[in-house]
């Protein structure tokens, strides 16, 4: 049973950081593309930073460059999202999520969310 578990979620002021993680098991975790997403109050999730499987690469979203850092620790199974120098509109509920590849199927999975609010 696949579950992807975040934490580190919480009220900060402007200009502050959080680091996020995201627990995952039942799947092989180091073979998967992890990604986190966020999705604030009236709009739809986006795109926030990936870590690829092989060789660690990573994108962003260009709201996030320079601020955010994406990091994974294949063996303790876990993901994070380091968040700098963090704006009002930062606030939004940050999923994480797994690309499982298990040829030949591509599987989606998504985790529970976690609050995350910038705030003077």
């Known amino acids: 049973q696949v579950q992807l578990v975040e934490s580190g979620g919480g009220l900060v002021q402007p200009g502050g950081s959080l680091r996020l993680s995201c627990a995952a098991s039942?799947?092989?975790?180091?073979?998967?593309?992890m990604s986190w997403y966020r999705q604030a109050p009236g709009k739809e999730r986006e795109f926030v930073a990936r870590?690829?499987?092989?060789?660690?690469?990573?994108n962003y979203a260009d709201s996030v460059k320079g601020r955010f850092t994406i990091s994974r620790d294949n063996a303790k199974n876990t993901v994070h999202l380091q968040m700098n120098s963090l704006k009002p509109e930062d606030t939004a509920v940050y999923y994480c999520?797994?690309?499982?590849?298990?040829?030949?199927?591509?599987?989606?999975?998504w985790g529970q969310g976690t609050q995350v609010t910038v705030s003077s």
């Open positions: 039942g799947f092989t975790f180091r073979n998967s593309v």
């Open positions: 999520k797994a690309v499982v590849i298990t040829l030949p199927t591509v599987t989606d999975y």
């Open positions: 870590i690829l499987s092989v060789g660690g690469s990573t």
